[in-house]
């Protein structure tokens, strides 16, 4: 057993600055930090870079919040509840920079930095208008002569993510049910400089052993425990989205969506 | 004798581009094409392999349990391949088909699923096309519907390329069925009830239309009782098309409520 990496969410909220490149784990509704990043938002950050891979209400949250800059993902949306608001309006006004990805883009940047890589060629996004609007460029197989599309790596500068359990020495429990995303938010995880993690609640070595690990203590800056961290988000397993609060959400948010982020953040506790 | 909804025409005539041997690939939010998929096993193709959010080869289900409560559908599976794993798949070409729903399709079969042109001429962005511009490059053969047959779907040209490679095979609308024949898209079948002009105007690709096109094929009994009672019962694909869409929600609202 390590020393412990259990911190208070204040200490936790001081290692993403102003202006940092804060990747978000989770994807669409699931596994979403929620509670660490409305607490982030409240606290006044600003000129954030966000990486989310398939994001819904981690980067609707912040842009409404006013704390974002520029945003990197594959889909910001809700699904079947419709679009993101307030991110819509700032990324057909200017006011924040939106950077869209294919998801094979967006991983493959990823594992390039868990790599240790500058790139990785792909095919994918091939015939894409994405390719030049992200500045990507080609590169050519030195075997067979193929020109394939080299994704620099993506290496935010912290990642931030949500999970059911910890052990207080920092070694992550894999998630009771293992969807298909599960696997995205080790990735971002091990493509970051450092990470923080939220956790439902802190759990013995022995049943991390038993459960198996995402992610192993040494990967792992600090654990803080944030119960219904994800709320009204989804957990996998654990509890489904908030309809009810989404949908408030959703339709208060074209009138005001700072008063509905709020809101919802109060709904949320 | 059941009414045909719009949505059953587009699931049968998507279900009817199935083949032996094809490994389809469903999406997130796209009813449609997840009851398409299943009812292709279930009546035409019972090899098709399925990958529905991940969960391989999923068994017979009602589609709304991938919206209520996804790790049913996993949990009655083969087995659950993670989010890198299907990727690595379309990148080694071993998905054979999928279904997708682009905001725009144009005749050189590209697509739109980034940012669309508002009433004042405004590009406004959409939520993100996922993996469209991957599977545009990778699946060998994709099929594009949408419950709409107008000029902003089917445009001259689409307002941004997400999808660009051009492996559309087919086009199915809210008014017929579009192929491609190698060079350009004709027309398929009309749906009954609609006039081959409308096709035609609808369109602001070129598109070969005869007049003497044969009507849709409608969906047989047997396949509008296995929607009904078992593939999808509270007509969550109705979610998909203008008049059932406030109908669709309400019934996903309340079984959201009992699976709690």
């Keep these: ?106 991983t493959t940047g990823l594992r390039a930095s868990v790599a240790g890589i500058p790139f990785l060629p792909t095919r994918g996004a091939g015939g894409s208008d994405l390719i030049a609007e992200l500045g990507l460029r080609t590169v050519t197989c030195p075997y067979t002569g193929e020109a394939l599309t080299a994704v620099p790596a993506l290496r935010p500068d912290v990642c931030v993510l949500h999970a059911e359990a910890a052990t207080e020495s920092g070694t992550i429990a894999a998630p009771s049910t293992r969807d298909f995303l599960f696997d995205a938010d080790a990735l971002l995880a091990r493509a970051s400089d450092r990470v923080i993690v939220t956790v439902e609640r802190i759990a013995s070595d022995e049943e991390v052993r038993e459960s198996g690990a995402l992610l192993y203590a040494f990967e792992v800056d600090a654990v803080v425990l944030e119960p219904r961290g994800a709320h009204p988000g989804a957990i996998p397993g654990v509890h489904g989205p908030d309809l009810e609060i989404l949908r408030r959400y959703l339709a208060a948010a074209p009138s005001s969506a700072r008063n509905a982020a709020l809101a919802l953040i109060e709904e949320s506790r | 004798m059941t009414e045909i909804r719009l949505d059953d025409r587009i699931v049968w005539a998507l279900a009817r581009t199935c083949r032996p041997g094809d490994v389809l690939i469903v999406g997130v939010a796209t009813p449609i094409a997840a009851a398409a998929a299943q009812l292709a096993r279930e009546v035409l193709v019972p090899d098709l ?159 070969a239309v005869t007049g003497s096109e044969p009507f849709t094929e409608e969906p047989p009994a047997e396949a509008i009782e296995l929607l009904r009672t078992v593939i999808d019962p509270h007509g969550i694909c109705r979610l998909e098309t203008r008049a059932g869409r406030d109908d669709a929600l309400a019934a996903l609202a309340t079984i959201t409520v009992l699976a709690r």
């Design chain 1, 1 to 106: 057993m390590g020393n412990s990496k259990l911190i208070s969410r204040v200490d936790a909220l001081a290692l993403v600055p102003d202006g940092a490149r804060l990747a978000v784990g989770g994807a669409l509704l699931r596994r979403k930090p929620v509670a660490f990043l409305a607490a982030l938002a409240k606290a006044g950050r600003r000129d954030l870079t966000l990486y989310s891979f398939l994001a819904s209400l981690d980067v609707e949250l912040l842009v409404a919040l006013g704390a974002v800059s520029s945003v990197h993902s594959g889909y910001v949306g809700f699904e079947q509840l419709g679009f993101a608001p307030a991110f819509r309006t700032a990324a057909d006004s200017g006011a924040i920079e939106a950077f869209e990805y294919s998801e094979i883009l967006f």
């Design chain 2, 49 to 207: 392999m399925i990958i529905e959010a991940g969960a391989v080869d999923p068994d017979r289900h009602d589609i709304a349990q991938a919206f209520v409560s996804p790790e049913q559908v996993a949990k009655n599976s083969a087995g659950v391949m993670t989010q890198n794993e299907m990727l690595e798949t379309l990148q080694r070409h071993r998905v054979t088909r999928q279904f997708v729903s682009p905001a725009q399709v144009d005749g050189a079969g590209r697509l739109n699923t980034s940012r669309v042109r508002d009433t004042n001429g405004n590009l406004t962005r959409l939520p993100g096309g996922l993996a469209t511009a991957d599977v545009a490059a990778l699946v060998g053969n994709l099929v594009a519907y949408r419950a709409d047959h107008s000029p902003r779907f089917l445009p001259a040209s689409v307002d941004f390329v997400t999808g660009g490679a051009g492996h559309v095979a087919g086009i199915v609308t809210s008014k017929a069925v579009l192929a491609h024949d190698g060079v350009q898209f004709r027309v398929a079948s009309i749906h009954p009830g609609v006039d081959a002009a409308e096709v035609a105007i609808g369109c602001s690709f070129p598109l």
